[in-house]
């Protein structure tokens, strides 16, 4: 029985990934088609198709289903041809959204895109209700063992690009829609093949989102085994600009991982429990400075971070010792006794030096308390 178990598993998780490559599929085909019929089958000129069969290639789409789409582009083929359609709106909370479709009915489109919009609390606006809040721009992505830092940023630079960005494991090209294939092709020319490139709505104002753990690594609690630094480290997520995620069990500090296709429960029993300082730390996430202030971070020795948010003469201090030690630091705020918003416990700045126990602290340096 476990042997048929565990093949009736592999059927399961293989047929969801044979679904998930169809629908990718079947998505690139139709960008081809729209790409030939609006430019032509010749992707020399027709910067559209060859960013979509750059996609092709990337997703190892079959070579027969690419000709038949440019083939359907063209007007070679039979077949229902592909309209592309853009809806604006507004999901939960207000947030923008921009909808762009490739569909073969109109009116089938627009049903579905708004029952997805309605039945998600949010709903479909009229045309430039939100687009004057984005701008296209080109991004193009390059792994870092592609070329060193100087090289890529010389090369994107001089063919056009706007800017040049270094994160953890790659570098991302931002261009204007017309400076797009050039920089492409420069990058090309000098033998940097880029990871991933598109032309995409992008908005003027965004909210990062920010996690501790993901599907892709493992558990915080598993890599931090110090309590007191686990929770500094979730203070400091908590600290940051932009909106925090909770994976599932990390509210009793899981150490496995998840089942990304069977059901995994949150064991309350097991763990230690820390939902009262994800709730917390929530709380005060809510005050205004977060959402309109000024940042600052600084790194301290031994592995300190002290990180402020202030406008209009308000702060709001944050120390987080990321290996949980206590420490004797000097700050820039006025001596008194102030309340930890984390535990409720008095913390006191004299001749400006603070002494912590290696728990996580918040302050209000506005509030001072007598």
Request: glycine content about 8%; overall charge negative; hydrophobic content about 40%.
């Amino acid at each position: 029985m476990s042997g048929h178990s565990k093949w009736e598993n592999i059927k399961r998780k293989k047929g969801k990934t044979d679904a998930i490559r169809a629908r990718i599929t079947t998505k690139i085909s139709k960008e081809i088609t729209i790409a030939a019929r609006m430019g032509g089958g010749d992707p020399v000129g027709n910067m559209r198709l060859k960013l979509a069969l750059t996609k092709a290639k990337q997703n190892n789409v079959p070579k027969e289903n690419i000709q038949r789409a440019i083939a359907k582009g063209v007007g070679a083929a039979s077949g229902a041809g592909f309209d592309e359609v853009t809806y604006e709106g507004y999901g939960p909370g207000g947030a923008a959204v921009i909808v762009e479709c490739n569909t073969d009915n109109r009116n089938r489109a627009a049903a579905d895109i708004r029952h997805a919009f309605t039945h998600h609390g949010g709903s479909v606006g009229t045309p430039g209700c939100v687009g004057w809040m984005f701008k296209k721009k080109g991004s193009i992505i390059v792994a870092k063992d592609a070329a060193d830092e100087d090289t890529v940023m010389m090369i994107a630079l001089d063919a056009g690009a706007d800017d040049v960005t270094t994160g953890e494991d790659s570098y991302e090209i931002t261009t204007s829609p017309e400076n797009f294939l050039t920089v492409s092709e420069a990058l090309e020319k000098e033998g940097i093949e880029a990871e991933a490139s598109e032309l995409a709505m992008v908005p003027d104002n965004y909210v990062k989102l920010r996690f501790l753990e993901n599907h892709d690594n493992a558990r915080a609690r598993f890599l931090i085994s110090d309590e007191l630094s686990l929770q500094n480290w979730t203070a400091f997520l908590f600290f940051q600009k932009g909106m925090t995620l909770i994976y599932a069990g990390q509210e009793v500090e899981a150490t496995h991982l998840p089942s990304l296709f069977e059901k995994d429960t949150v064991m309350w029993q097991t763990g230690a429990d820390i939902s009262w300082l994800l709730a917390r730390l929530s709380q005060i996430k809510k005050a205004p400075l977060f959402a309109d202030s000024r940042y600052e971070l600084t790194a301290m020795p031994h592995d300190i971070m002290l990180a402020s948010h202030y406008k209009d003469g308000q702060q709001m201090l944050g120390v987080f010792s990321l290996r949980g030690k206590s420490s004797l630091l000097q700050l820039n705020a006025p001596d008194g006794f102030y309340q930890n918003l984390i535990n409720d416990q008095k913390v006191e700045i004299h001749a400006g030096m603070l002494s912590t126990d290696g728990h996580p602290i918040i302050i209000n340096v506005s509030r001072k308390e007598m």
